[in-house]
C-alpha cells in the first residue's frame, strides 16, 4: 500500500470512550494483580468495544470471510490468527471501512455503522498499523508521527500556509504531544532523521507511533513483530503491553508468533479459510483440536 493510501487511514481524531464501570477491571491489569487466595467472585461483564456480526465478505468467487462473528471488550488485547489466506487482513479492512462486507454488520461503540469509509473510522478513535511499513519515506521519524495529528488540526489551509498566530500555537502543542509518543517509544535519537534510512525495525515502530499520535481507542496492528529479529519482538511486545496499559488503548493484533499470542493476548479467534474455527482464552485456542489441525497439518483421529 502506498503512502497517500496511508494518510488517509492514520490521521484521526479519537472521542474517549465512557468509562467502564466500578467494578470492572481491565485485563491488563488482570494479568498484573494475579489471583488471589480463596474463591473470588465473578467478574462483571466487560464492555463491548466492537462487535462484529455474521460478516461475510467475497472478491467474486473467492470467499475472503464467511459468516464471522466475535467481539473486542474494551481494554482488552485480542488476537486475530490463522494460517495464511485465512482472513486475517480482510478482517481488519473491514473493521477501518476499507472493506465494505456484503453481508453482517459491525458495531463501534454501540453504534452500529454501514459503508463505514477509512477516514471516518479513523475519526471515531480507529487507528491501524500495516503489514508492509507505509511511511513516507523522505520525511522525517518525527514529520511521520506529526501526521497523525492532522484531522485533530482545527486551522484552515490558509492559516497553516502562513504558520502564524494560532495556527503555529496548534502546531506547537501537537508536536508537543508527539515528543510524548517519541519518548515514549524510545526513539528520540532518529527523531530528525528520514525514515527511509532506518533499519526496518525502527521504521515499524515508527509506524506505531504515527498510529499512537490519534490517540485511538482501538488499535489495529497488522503483524507488527513480522521479519524482526527476537531482540525486536521482545521490544515491541513490551511497547504493546505499555500501550494497552499506560494508555489504556484497546489493542486487535495479527500475529504469527504464536509464543507472542499467548504471552500478549487476552482472548484469541481463530479463522481458517475464512471461517472462525475457535475463539476463547490462548490456553483453551492452543488445546482446540480444529487450531492444531490448521496450523500443524495433523489429521483428526
Not at 140 to 166: E, S, V
Not at 224 to 246: H, T, Y
Amino acid at each position: 500500500m502506498n503512502a497517500e493510501v496511508t494518510t488517509a487511514e492514520a490521521p484521526a481524531a479519537a472521542a474517549a470512550v465512557a468509562d467502564a464501570p466500578e467494578n470492572d477491571t481491565a485485563p491488563a491489569e488482570e494479568r498484573a494483580a494475579g489471583h488471589g487466595a480463596g474463591a473470588a467472585p465473578a467478574p462483571a461483564p466487560k464492555e463491548t468495544l466492537l462487535a462484529v456480526e455474521d460478516v461475510s465478505l467475497a472478491f467474486g468467487g473467492v470467499k475472503a470471510l464467511q459468516n464471522v462473528s466475535f467481539d473486542i471488550a474494551k481494554g482488552e488485547i485480542r488476537a486475530i490468527i490463522g494460517p495464511n489466506g485465512a482472513g486475517k487482513t480482510s478482517m481488519l479492512n473491514v473493521i477501518n471501512g476499507f472493506y465494505h462486507p456484503q453481508e453482517g454488520r459491525i458495531a463501534f461503540k454501540g453504534q452500529l455503522r454501514r459503508r463505514m469509509r477509512p477516514h471516518f473510522a479513523a475519526a471515531q478513535g480507529i487507528a491501524r498499523t500495516f503489514q508492509n511499513v507505509a511511511l513516507f519515506r523522505g520525511m522525517t521519524t518525527l514529520d511521520n508521527i506529526m501526521t497523525g495529528r492532522a484531522l485533530k488540526m482545527r486551522r484552515g489551509i490558509l492559516w497553516q500556509a502562513l504558520h502564524w498566530g494560532p495556527a503555529r500555537r496548534e502546531e506547537l502543542e501537537h508536536r508537543e504531544f508527539v515528543e510524548h509518543v517519541i519518548d515514549f517509544l524510545e526513539i528520540e535519537h532518529i527523531r530528525k532523521t528520514p525514515v527511509g534510512r532506518l533499519p526496518y525495525g525502527l521504521q515499524k515502530r515508527v509506524e506505531l507511533g504515527r498510529a499512537l499520535a490519534m490517540e485511538p481507542d482501538l488499535l489495529l496492528l497488522d503483524e507488527p513483530m513480522a521479519g524482526m529479529n527476537l531482540e525486536e519482538k521482545e521490544d515491541m511486545s513490551r511497547f504493546i503491553i505499555d500501550v494497552n496499559e499506560q494508555f489504556g488503548t484497546t489493542i486487535a493484533l495479527i500475529e504469527h508468533d504464536m509464543g507472542v499470542v499467548m504471552d500478549l493476548s487476552d482472548r484469541v479467534v481463530v479463522l481458517d479459510h475464512g471461517e472462525k474455527i475457535a475463539d476463547g482464552t490462548p490456553e483453551e485456542v492452543q488445546a482446540d483440536r480444529r487450531v492444531i489441525d490448521a496450523y500443524l497439518g495433523v489429521p483428526n483421529d
